[in-house]
């Protein structure tokens, strides 16, 4: 993957991010029913299946790249979800209770379940929140629902990618019984970006007439389908099930399929078209702004809900829009800044600690700070 390519994947993580933040403030209780749009025509829900295929790319390209083995795969994948996710938890736990107790009414509702502190942790951290039949919400924080679904795929990708013989097979199928059938629903879309990375990495990269194919036609097929109604139209299929089981976030399993399809081919023409030179002038802040899109992603309604509920209104609701916009975006970028941006020297530092109290090189964690 080429310079011009990985700009607009960073680009294109920051954008997802953005518009999941907007969906959500799309609530008629944060904006009043203004910006309801982006939620009727569901682009918060599709934005996430747009960091699915993401992550099976990149998760696929550090595999492949680092070829550390099996440790050091599961060391980059905790430190990278850990380094977040534990913060998130013990800070949205925090806010939730202060805000609950400033503005009582404001937490009354489906969109907030008061676990107790050690119950969120524990489900939180271990990622365990969506598997199988054990589903619930952590607090208010819902966008945390697909860390469990990563944290499953990361777990089936790196049994089927290092191991081999029967323990694949078992493990495989002892990961199947406990993620559920929710989490299998839409794996293919995670499962398509690794495949994507595995074609990328081959070099053969489609000429500038196909791939500038490519890349449209994906775009122009999603306006139309979401313009036609496709997406609704799919759930009579799988409604029946839903009604069973409660697919809760997988409800769309054949939309997600076919989205996640057109996200990948887009992304094969993107990859055609960018050259080492493209994207040059924003790469530096494109790479910048994806380095906050985990925390804009993890902690906006935890902070939407806080500050939604405790700040001040004026009787311009504009005024009010834009000053709770402004609150949970400078919150993010400042939770992004103490946790996430240091991931690399996190990483460093347990490595070192990790060769401190284990000298044997043969023995210590592999890995890398880089992500």
Known sequence: MNA??????????????????MSHFGFVRYSGGRWLWIREFNFGSDAVIIFFVLSGLVVAQAASRKRSGLGGFAFDRLTRLWSVAIPALVIGFTLDRIGARIAPSAYEGWFYVP????????????????????ATRLGTNGPYWSLSYEAAYYA????????????RVLLLAVGL???????MLLMPAWLMGAALYFWLARGVLPRRHLALLLAVVPVLAYGAAVATGLP?????????????????????PIWSAILGALVA?????MAGLLTDTSLS????RAAWAAGASFSLYLMHYPALQFFGGIMP???????????LLAAVLMFCALFARLFERPLPTLRAALLRFAMWIRPNPARAPHGSPAD
Not at 265 to 269: D, I, P, T
Not at 281 to 284: E, T
């Open 281 to 284: 002038r924003v790469a530096p």
């Open 265 to 269: 081919v887009h992304l094969m023409g």
């Open 232 to 252: 609704e139209a799919l759930l009579v299929v799988t409604d029946p099930l839903d009604e069973v089981v409660n697919l809760r976030f997988s409800d769309e």
């Open 313 to 323: 209104k004026s009787r311009y609701a504009t005024l009010n829009e834009a000053m």
């Open 177 to 183: 019984w406990v993620f559920g059938l929710n989490i």
């Open 4 to 21: 011009g390519f990985s700009a607009y994947l960073n680009v294109l993580r920051f954008g997802a991010a953005l518009v999941v933040l």
């Open 115 to 134: 676990l107790p502190f050690d119950e969120q942790m524990w489900r939180g951290m271990s990622f365990s929140n969506q598997w199988g039949g054990m």
């Open 156 to 167: 089936l990708f790196a049994v089927g990618f290092y191991l081999r013989g029967l323990w």
